[in-house]
């Protein structure tokens, strides 16, 4: 099993920035990469970044040059910093860590843009 715990979000104001964490702990052995996803009400969720054990990015189209997701190995712990955030990110974000047969999801953050 492995557990995760975010952190980070927040009410931030249209062109604000907000950093999530995700800590990782138990068996992450079998994780090979760890990414955020985000689901707004009435939709579907959605991949918004990746990165491999091996520090390979993957993002959506609609957050490249935006957001940058980044991880500490030593701490166990992944990043997505979001800066000049848009009302269309308020979703709940939810970190992931992925192995071969298993994915792990943690319980999401609310981030809200909003005047």
């Known amino acids: 099993q492995v557990q995760l715990v975010e952190s980070g979000g927040g009410l931030v104001q249209p062109g604000g920035s907000l950093r999530l964490s995700c800590a990782a702990s138990?068996?992450?052995?079998?994780?090979?990469?760890m990414g955020w996803y985000c689901q707004a009400p009435g939709k579907q969720r959605e991949l918004v970044a990746t990165?491999?054990?091996?520090?390979?990015?993957n993002y959506a189209d609609t957050v490249k040059g935006r957001f940058t997701i980044s991880r500490d190995n030593a701490k166990n712990t992944v990043y997505l910093q979001m800066n000049s955030l848009k009302p269309e990110d308020t979703a709940v974000y939810y970190c992931?860590?992925?192995?071969?047969?298993?994915?792990?999801w943690g319980q999401g953050t609310q981030v809200t843009v909003s005047s």
């Open positions: 992931s860590a992925i192995g071969a047969t298993v994915r792990y």
């Open positions: 138990g068996s992450i052995s079998v994780i090979y990469a």
């Open positions: 990165i491999t054990s091996g520090g390979t990015t």
